[in-house]
């Protein structure tokens, strides 16, 4: 079972970005799918996260309104849409998988599905 990112890139600020991740199987149905990201010397953090109908999203206050998480079901695969990067939003890019509800991702300790991630890089 696994979770296979991709989209990663350098662009300017103000640019777009897509990344995707696709699961490996149908275990993923029931999980909600999402993303996390970690910027160099930093800790890892949360950055969006949908649930298994794709039907409620949860993000991070720093993306809301630039960001936007959504979900194939039949492809079982996720995507995150990124617009208007900032220098601030480079990072490695980790897509994730979990059963917890999108609002608790957060504070989770364990998220229990993580595929490689996909680097990010936002120059000013």
């Known amino acids: 079972v696994q979770l296979q990112a991709s989209g990663g890139g350098s662009v300017q600020a103000g640019d777009s970005l897509r990344l995707s991740c696709a699961g490996s199987a149908d275990t993923f149905d029931t999980y909600t799918m999402g993303w996390f990201r970690q910027a160099p010397g930093k800790e890892r953090e949360f950055v969006a996260a949908v649930n298994y109908s794709g039907g409620r999203s949860f993000y991070v206050d720093s993306v809301k309104g630039r960001f936007t998480i959504s979900r194939d079901v039949a492809k079982n695969t996720v995507y995150l849409q990124m617009n208007s990067l900032k220098p601030e939003d480079t990072a490695v890019y980790y897509c994730?998988?979990?059963?917890?509800?999108?609002?608790?991702?957060?504070?989770?300790?364990?998220?229990?599905?993580w595929g490689k991630g996909t680097l990010v890089t936002v120059s000013s």
């Open positions: 994730a998988a979990d059963l917890k509800s999108s609002t608790n991702w957060p504070r989770a300790v364990i998220i229990e599905y």
